[in-house]
């Protein structure tokens, strides 16, 4: 199966599926010399594992990661990085009689029609587990960005109807928060909100924002390797992710370029943006601001109301789907998106050491 490799440089291969024995990656091309360790990355994956908050699914999983190649001594050797989490709860008879039919929002019957054949044991490839290696490998690209003074926040910015207000945000809420907002009022009414839904046997969607600090201009390259272009892609690759947007994003539709031009200024002798709407990139390559993502996520699929669709050979049917599934995904994807967001960074910054023979010759005079 083709797609599950992403970057350039540096290089991750997502592999494993729900509930198969294990779901793992592998990273290549991290630079030698890198201190990281389990606890370090484990503290990631601990923010997107079964049980880590109210609203997720009851799977019981710990979500161990083993580091099992590519460090030594408590630093990456520069050779390929591998990790894994060992599959412990799975209950593949919760998905036995799905078989047979294909779920609405689910990727049952596109996966069908392309292979001929699926692994309908929760997912399979397409399964929210597949982001453990996402996580895993972000973890990494975090520690690289955090060595370089950059630094990678994501939260939800909203769940359902229920916005954060950003004038209230306190960043330091966010992992008090059961939904990760930073918002404490906005919380509260989006608990009541997905309360609401899971008395109907609903569930909710939301959209999560990524805030990059500390990045330099000059990362991203123009046409078809833009910055904004490249983490796009990344973070559109998430399963349930349904829309993208850059800075004011579909906002500036609607405004004058008057409005939505950012001026600039000069501070300390250096330019200076007297506002963001770009989000922080222009012509596709970083302007040295904020650098602004934000991803909309759909309500899970899998709700225990009655639904229709159709089984394999092709009857009309009602279901009611079985298992355990989150009833809001956006929560545990916020990390998610934190892993994508930095992936694409580090790669396309590592790209950008080769962009000027100066960055060369500057590397490679030692005198």
Same mark, same amino acid.
């Given at each position: ?137 972000? $973890? ?49 009414? $989006? ?42 892609? $990344? ?17 500036? $539709? ?114």
């Amino acid at each position: 199966m083709a797609g599950s490799v992403l970057g350039d440089i540096f290089k991750i291969t997502t592999w494993g599926e729900s509930h198969g024995t294990a779901v793992g990656v592998v990273v290549d091309g991290c630079p030698a010399g890198l201190s990281i360790s389990e606890e370090a990355i484990q503290a990631y994956m601990d923010r997107r594992k079964p049980g880590a908050i109210k609203y997720s699914t009851k799977r019981n999983e710990d979500d161990e990661i083993k580091i099992l190649s590519g460090v030594f001594d408590g630093k990456t050797t520069g050779t390929p990085i591998s990790m894994m989490v060992v599959n412990k709860d799975h209950r593949s008879a919760d998905y036995s009689e799905i078989a047979e039919y294909y779920r609405p929002g689910h990727a049952d019957y596109t996966f069908d029609m392309k292979y001929g054949f699926r692994d309908y044991r929760g997912g399979g490839r397409s399964s929210g587990r597949e982001t453990i290696g996402r996580v895993a490998a972000g $973890a990494i690209a975090m520690l690289l960005l955090k060595e370089l003074g950059i630094t990678v926040t994501a939260y939800t910015k909203s769940i359902g109807p229920v916005e954060v207000d950003m004038s209230k945000a306190d960043m330091d809420y966010i992992v008090n928060s059961p939904v990760y907002m930073p918002d404490a009022e906005a919380t509260k009414r $989006a608990e009541k909100h997905l309360a609401d839904a899971a008395a109907k046997c609903d569930s909710c969607g939301g959209v999560v924002e990524c805030v990059v600090r500390g990045l330099p201009a000059g990362i991203g390259d123009p046409v078809f390797d833009k910055l904004d272009a490249g983490v796009a892609k $990344a973070i559109m690759s998430i399963g349930a992710v349904k829309g993208v947007e850059i800075g004011d994003g579909f906002a500036a $539709a609607g405004m004058y370029g008057s409005e939505n031009n950012d001026s600039f200024y000069i501070k300390d002798g250096k330019p200076e943006k007297c506002t963001n709407h770009s989000g922080g990139v222009l012509g596709g390559i970083s302007d040295g601001s904020d650098f602004i993502v934000r991803a909309a996520f759909k309500p899970t699929p899998s709700i225990a109301s009655e639904q229709s669709t159709v089984n394999r050979n092709g009857e009309d049917i009602k279901i009611k789907v079985k298992g355990r599934h989150d009833p809001v995904i956006v929560p545990r994807a916020v990390v998610v998106v934190e892993a994508m967001t930095a992936i694409t960074v580090v790669d396309m910054m590592l790209k950008r050491m080769t962009a000027t023979v100066s960055a060369v010759k500057e590397f490679y005079d030692k005198k």
